[in-house]
C-alpha cells in the first residue's frame, strides 16, 4: 500500500473558521469523508493525540496558555481580530490537529504518501493565530523533520499566501514554494516574488503569486516551478493542497477547476517516484461546495490517476504574466519584472 489517509470522526465536527462559513468548512469534511470512504487503495490510519511539548516547538508558552484558557471560555469568541474562532473544548481539537501530523510522520516508515484532509494551518505565527489557524501544524511537522536530519521541501497550494511558514523558515535549508492569489492586498498581503528567503535559505524562497481570477492554464503553468523540487531532491516533500482557489469557493479569488488540484497531486506523485521522497500532505483551505470534489481529485492525481470532470478554464493574458514569472524565478532573482 502506499497512500494512507489520517482519519477520525471528530475531524466533522472542528472547525476555526469565521462563524459565518463554519458550516460550510465542517460540511466539506464530512463531503470529503463520503467520496473518500470506498476509494480503492487507500488505508485509514487513527490519529495520536499530539501533547503540550509538541506545540512549543513552534509556538510560544504564553501562546500556549493563551490556547488553553480561551478553551476553558463557555462562549464562542475570536483568538484574532475577528477571522479565528475558539470554542469550548478546542484545545483537545487543537491536540487532535496537531497529533495528525505526527501519527502522519510515523506512519511515513510505512507509506510513501500520507494525506491529512482536515490540516494545513499555515497562516499561523509562533504567537498569534491568524486566517482561521490557531496553531501551525506543518510548521511543527516540519520542526519534527530537521530534527530527524530530512531534507525538507514545502510546496504551499492554496488561494492565500503561507505566510506562517515562510516566516518560520525563512532562513532556514528548507525548499519553500509557494502558488497563490496575490495583487499586494490580499489576504494576509505577503507573498512579494522578490522575497527569496535569507541565510541558509537564501534563494530557496519561491512565490508564484499569481493574479486574482487566475485560471487553469496559469496554474498549470505555475507548476512548473516544481521542477525545483526535482534538482532540491528532498527526502520529504510537504504539500500543503489548499482547495479555496476553485471558481465556486466562497472566499473567491481564483478560477480554477478540480482539474488543477488533480495535476497537482500527479505531479507530486510522479516527482516523489522518481525522487524516492516520503509525501506528507494537507487539505488546506476550501469553502465552498466543490472543495470536497477538489480534495477527491487531488488524492486520486496522489494515486497516479490523471482525469479532468470539468472544462478547463483560461485567462491568456494572467498566464502570459505567471509565465514569465516562473521563468524569471527559475533563473534567479527577477531584477525587473
Ligand atoms: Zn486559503
Not at 160 to 169: T, V, W
Not at 199 to 227: C, H, Q, T, V, W
Not at 300 to 325: A, C, F, S
Request: with cysteine; net charge neutral.
Amino acid at each position: 500500500m502506499s497512500l494512507a489517509i489520517i482519519w477520525d470522526e471528530r475531524f466533522t465536527n472542528i472547525s476555526f473558521s469565521h462563524p459565518m462559513i463554519r458550516d460550510i468548512s465542517k460540511e466539506r469534511i464530512k463531503r470529503f469523508w463520503e467520496l473518500l470512504k470506498d476509494e480503492p487503495g487507500i488505508v485509514f490510519v487513527k490519529p495520536d493525540l499530539a501533547t503540550r511539548k509538541d506545540l512549543e516547538l513552534v509556538h510560544t508558552t504564553d501562546y500556549i496558555n493563551k490556547l488553553e484558557k480561551a478553551s476553558e471560555d463557555p462562549y464562542i469568541g475570536f483568538l484574532d481580530s475577528g477571522d479565528t474562532t475558539h470554542y469550548p473544548g478546542m484545545f483537545n481539537d487543537i491536540l487532535l490537529i496537531v497529533g495528525s501530523s505526527i501519527t502522519a510522520i510515523k506512519y511515513s516508515n510505512f507509506f510513501d504518501k500520507i494525506y491529512i484532509p482536515l490540516g494545513g494551518f499555515h497562516h499561523a505565527l509562533p504567537n498569534q493565530a491568524m486566517g482561521f489557524c490557531p496553531v501551525n501544524d506543518i510548521g511543527i511537522a516540519t520542526k519534527i523533520l530537521l530534527e530527524k536530519g530530512e531534507r525538507i521541501a514545502i510546496v504551499d497550494v492554496d488561494a492565500h499566501h503561507g505566510n506562517g511558514l515562510q516566516y518560520l523558515f525563512y532562513n532556514k535549508s528548507i525548499l519553500k514554494i509557494n502558488i497563490f492569489a496575490y495583487d499586494g492586498k490580499f489576504f494576509p498581503g505577503t507573498g512579494h516574488y522578490s522575497e527569496r528567503g535569507l541565510g541558509e535559505g537564501k534563494g530557496l524562497n519561491y512565490n508564484i503569486a499569481m493574479p486574482l481570477g487566475s485560471a487553469d492554464d496559469s496554474f498549470y503553468e505555475a507548476l512548473r516551478i516544481l521542477d525545483k523540487v526535482s534538482e532540491f531532491n528532498p527526502t520529504y516533500i510537504i504539500v500543503l493542497a489548499g482547495v479555496d482557489g476553485h471558481k465556486e469557493d466562497n472566499l473567491k479569488s481564483l478560477n480554477l477547476t478540480t482539474n488543477s488540484f488533480n495535476l497537482l497531486g500527479y505531479r507530486i506523485n510522479r516527482i516523489s517516484k522518481e525522487l524516492h521522497s516520503k509525501v506528507i500532505s494537507y487539505g488546506g483551505g476550501g469553502y465552498g461546495n466543490y472543495s470536497a470534489l477538489c480534495m477527491r481529485e487531488f488524492v486520486r492525481g496522489l494515486k497516479g490517476i490523471r482525469e479532468k470532470i470539468e472544462k478547463d478554464t483560461e485567462d491568456i493574458e494572467k498566464t502570459k504574466y505567471v509565465k514569465r514569472l516562473v521563468s524569471l524565478l527559475s533563473e534567479g532573482f527577477p531584477s525587473s519584472f
